[in-house]
């Protein structure tokens, strides 16, 4: 279960708009680049996010380049989960190998600061907000392993293989 505020974004939410290229000499220090999150697209968000908040954006988040930091730094934040209309496939996949839910969605009836809850293996979303209920399509049963083991390597360190 997943339970935090919103931060809404626009389409087109790069992973340098996520991991400003200008920090790049943090990748070998996670936590400090996490201070960094998202700066350029509010300000705001690396200075104010709280542990659990969602993420809503529009569509292809995580596009440009396949900087893997990008969704690390987002769970380095605090961020629970990623609700966007669409991702960049490496994005995505790249979030689930780190332990960071992802769900496609239609995001229009989210905004800024809802109070929203998800439960990923039942395959519902709620907005608390507003107190719409959303049927999303669980992730398969090894993606939930995955991210309930904190990601793909703690999944195989558990498990000893896929």
Known sequence: MVKGKVWKFEDNISTDLICPGRYYHLRGN????????????????????????????G??????SSRE??????????????LAKSFARIFFRNAINIGLPVIEIDTSDFNQGDEVEIDLEKGILKNLTNSKEYEIKPLPQKMI????????VEYIKKKGSL
């Open 30 to 57: 996670l936590p400090e680049l996490a201070k960094h999150t998202l700066e350029d697209a509010d300000p705001e968000f690396p200075k104010k996010v709280e542990k659990g908040d969602i993420i809503v954006a």
């Open 59 to 64: 569509k292809n988040f995580g596009c440009g």
């Open 69 to 82: 930091h990008a969704a690390r730094v987002i769970k380095i934040s605090g961020v629970g989960a990623v």
């Open 145 to 152: 392993e995955i991210l309930n083991s904190g990601g793909l």
